[in-house]
């Protein structure tokens, strides 16, 4: 059974940090690139961070560039995104997407981030 599970919400004041992270089961982790996306209700879905199956290659969205950090370990099967200088734009539910080319497509229930002071 595939299973994508997101930890690490929560509320934080602006400028604050949260590291989010991603457990990843029932599919064979290293064939799937890994995303991160968020969803607003003023902005629909967005594509916040990506990583490639080995994990050398990543990239990121202009709003979330600099200040976000995507990782993955293809060990213990995990995915994670290390969010800082966080602002209020940037809440949001989180989820963790997993794909493979060109038709498998994973999503996880998602983890509220909610920045305020």
């Known amino acids: 059974q595939v299973r994508l599970m997101e930890s690490g919400g929560g509320l934080v004041q602006p400028g604050g940090s949260l590291r989010l992270s991603c457990a990843a089961s029932?599919?064979?982790?290293?064939?799937?690139?890994m995303r991160w996306y968020r969803r607003t209700s003023g902005k629909g879905r967005e594509m916040v961070a990506t990583?490639?199956?080995?994990?050398?290659?990543?990239g990121y969205t202009d709003s979330t560039e600099g200040r976000f950090i995507i990782t993955r370990d293809n060990v213990k099967n995990m995915v994670y995104l290390q969010m800082n200088s966080l602002q209020p734009e940037d809440t949001a539910i989180y989820y963790c997407?997993?794909?493979?080319?060109?038709?498998?497509?994973?999503w996880g229930q998602g983890t509220q981030v909610t920045v305020s002071a």
């Open positions: 990583i490639s199956t080995d994990g050398q290659s990543a």
């Open positions: 029932g599919f064979i982790f290293t064939d799937y690139i």
């Open positions: 997407n997993g794909f493979r080319f060109p038709d498998r497509d994973e």
